[in-house]
């Protein structure tokens, strides 16, 4: 898809996102709270590993693809494309950093 398409698409669903994207990582934590204050052993080990990836997912996305998406929403920046594959490789990086946290989380439950 070609910068001009992309960035008003881009824009629409970053506005919906953002109002909900902080909600699911935060409230996980209050989950592994309560797991992590109930166990021992293997248990609060992966719990206490699926907080930190929580916390490392909220503190990526504020500092790096924030940041990065006002950018791509405004339209501002000579390298669009660049700031486009950078955005889309967080994004996955954050993708697969909250899931593994959640799985470690699952695991710990049980």
């Known amino acids: 898809m070609s910068w ?3 960035q008003p698409d881009f ?11 902080p909600r699911p990582p935060g409230g ?11 166990s021992c052993g293997d ?14 997912t909220i503190a990526g996305s504020s500092a790096i693809l924030v ?6 929403v405004q339209g501002t ?11 889309d490789r ?9 899931l593994t946290s959640l799985a470690l989380l699952a695991v710990a439950a049980v």
């Open 4 to 6: 001009p398409q992309f």
């Open 11 to 21: 824009a629409r669903w970053i506005r919906k996102a953002d109002r909900l994207q």
């Open 28 to 38: 996980v934590l209050g989950v592994d709270d309560r797991i992590r204050s109930s």
């Open 43 to 56: 248990a609060w080990a992966l719990s206490v590993a699926a907080a930190d990836g929580f916390l490392l």
């Open 67 to 72: 940041p990065l998406q006002r950018r791509l």
């Open 77 to 87: 920046g000579t390298q669009a494309e660049v700031m486009r594959r950078r955005w």
């Open 90 to 98: 967080g994004h996955l990086a954050r993708t697969v950093i909250a």
